[in-house]
C-alpha cells in the first residue's frame, strides 16, 4: 500500500525567508508524488508532479521539489516566501498518474511579515 | 470552463435526514472521486469511478452511497446522516494520466 508522511502539521517561516515542506513516501512500485496547495474555503491545486522524467520537479508560484529515491522523499521548497504562500499544502501518492490519490495530512504554512 | 463544480455549497442537516451532494464536469474525465476532509486528518477517499455505470470504495466509504449514471455527474448520497459526518466534502476528476481536478468543496454540517 501506498502512503505520505508530512512532517509538521504548522510550519511558520518570515516573509523572504526559504520554506520548506517534508514529505516522505512509502511504496511497493515506483510512485507518483503530487504536491498541491488549498486557499482558505477553496478546493486544491496542483503545484507539481513527479513521474520520473526528472528528480527535481518545478512547480507554479516559484516552488520545487526533490524526488530522492534513497531517502524516499519528496520535500517542497520555495527560496523565498512571499505572504501570499500563506495556505495548507498536501503531498501525495499514486501507484498511477491519475486516480486514487492517497493524500497526507497536510502542513499549514504560516508567513509572517 | 467552469471545471468541476459542486452543489450546494453549505448545508445543515439533523441527524437520521438524507441527501445527496452532486459534483459536475465539463472536461470529459473517466475518474471522479469523492473526498472528506477533516482537521488533522487530510483528505480521505470515500469513494471513486472509473468510468460511466462504476463505482468502487474507497478509504471510508461507510455511510455513503453514490451513482455515476452519466459521465459527467458523480453523486454522493447519505441515507441517515450521523454527526460524524460533519465534514467539508471535496469531488475532483481527472483523465487516466492527469493530476486530480478539484471542486471547491461543500461544507456539511449534521446536528
Known amino acids: 500500500a501506498q502512503s505520505v508522511t508530512q512532517l509538521g502539521s504548522h510550519v511558520s517561516v518570515s516573509e523572504g525567508a526559504l520554506v520548506l515542506l517534508r514529505c516522505n513516501y512509502s511504496s511497493s512500485v515506483p510512485p507518483y508524488l503530487f504536491w498541491y496547495v488549498q486557499y482558505p474555503n477553496q478546493g486544491l491545486q496542483l503545484l507539481l508532479k513527479y513521474t520520473s522524467a526528472a528528480t527535481l520537479v518545478k512547480g507554479i508560484n516559484g516552488f520545487e521539489a526533490e524526488f530522492k529515491k534513497s531517502e524516499t522523499s519528496f520535500h517542497l521548497t520555495k527560496p523565498s516566501a512571499h505572504m501570499s504562500d500563506a495556505a495548507e499544502y498536501f503531498c501525495a501518492v499514486s501507484e498511477n498518474s491519475g486516480y486514487a490519490l492517497n493524500f497526507g495530512k497536510g502542513t499549514s504554512l504560516l508567513v509572517t511579515p | 470552463n467552469a471545471g468541476v463544480t459542486q452543489t450546494p455549497k453549505f448545508r445543515v442537516l439533523k441527524t437520521g435526514q438524507s441527501m445527496t451532494l452532486l459534483c459536475a464536469q465539463d472536461?470529459?474525465?473517466?475518474?471522479m472521486y469523492w473526498y472528506r476532509q477533516d482537521p488533522g486528518m487530510g483528505l480521505r477517499l470515500i469513494h471513486y469511478?472509473?468510468?460511466?455505470?462504476?463505482?468502487a470504495k474507497g478509504e471510508v466509504p461507510d455511510g455513503y452511497n453514490v451513482s455515476r449514471l452519466k459521465k459527467q455527474n458523480f453523486l454522493l448520497g447519505l441515507e441517515s446522516a450521523a454527526p460524524s459526518q460533519t465534514s467539508v466534502y471535496f469531488c475532483a476528476s481527472s483523465t487516466s494520466n492527469s493530476p486530480l481536478h478539484f471542486g471547491n468543496g461543500t461544507r456539511l454540517t449534521v446536528t
Open positions: 472536461m470529459n474525465h473517466e475518474y
Open positions: 469511478s472509473v468510468g460511466e455505470g462504476t463505482t
